[in-house]
């Protein structure tokens, strides 16, 4: 899959939703200097590409769950896609990454009780095919949150899509 192709004008639109995903279409027509139609066109034409979406982020205290748990998972190198996979077919589970360093996966997952997460940890995914060593850390306060985060502004054309 290749790159979006991308212009001036819709990174200038990304920004501005980035800011408020809820001012109006006229406002951001006023501040881009184009018109309301342009505006609209390029919303819709981004989101049906699925470079954008809309959503409400919720906070921690709309969670049934409020503690959070990092999974760090040492899986065999051949299998770690698909022990990636499989992993975040997991309810319980809230993310999923492939990462470098001292794990090769790493799981986020919020919990209500240290035994449902031991069964996800050990009795889930330690038992999967592949999985050589899970080691699990609570967070015990949360200095610093950025549901943010997560926002993506470019993709790398040189990067492996999907990795």
Same mark, same amino acid.
């Given at each position: 899959?290749?790159?979006?192709?991308l212009?001036?004008?819709?990174?200038?639109?990304? @920004? /501005?939703?980035?800011?408020?995903? &809820?001012? #109006?279409?006229?406002?951001?027509?006023?501040?881009?200097?184009? !018109?309301? =139609?342009?505006?609209?066109?390029?919303?819709?034409?981004?989101?049906?590409?699925?470079?954008?979406?809309?959503?409400?982020?919720?906070?921690?205290g709309?969670?049934?769950?409020?503690?959070?748990?990092?999974?760090?998972?040492?899986?065999?190198?051949? @299998? /770690?896609?698909?022990?990636?996979? &499989?992993? #975040?077919e997991?309810?319980a589970?809230?993310?999923?990454?492939i !990462?470098? =360093?001292?794990?090769?996966?790493?799981?986020?997952?919020?919990?209500?009780?240290?035994?449902?997460?031991?069964?996800?940890?050990?009795?889930?995914?330690?038992?999967?095919?592949g999985?050589h060593?899970?080691?699990?850390?609570?967070?015990?306060?949360?200095?610093?949150?950025?549901a943010?985060?997560?926002?993506?502004?470019e993709i790398?054309?040189?990067?492996?899509?999907?990795?």
């Amino acid at each position: 899959m290749s790159a979006p192709q991308l212009d001036d004008l819709d990174r200038q639109l990304i @920004e /501005v939703l980035a800011r408020d995903a &809820r001012v #109006s279409n006229r406002k951001i027509a006023g501040e881009l200097g184009v !018109t309301e =139609g342009t505006v609209r066109g390029r919303i819709k034409r981004l989101q049906q590409e699925g470079l954008i979406s809309f959503t409400a982020i919720t906070s921690f205290g709309m969670a049934a769950s409020t503690r959070m748990a990092f999974i760090g998972v040492q899986a065999e190198v051949s @299998e /770690v896609r698909d022990v990636a996979r &499989r992993i #975040s077919e997991l309810d319980a589970v809230n993310a999923v990454m492939i !990462t470098m =360093g001292r794990f090769n996966i790493l799981a986020i997952c919020l919990f209500d009780s240290l035994d449902s997460l031991l069964e996800v940890a050990s009795d889930q995914i330690l038992a999967l095919p592949g999985v050589h060593h899970v080691e699990t850390s609570i967070a015990v306060k949360t200095v610093k949150y950025n549901a943010r985060v997560v926002r993506i502004t470019e993709i790398d054309a040189g990067a492996d899509e999907g990795d």
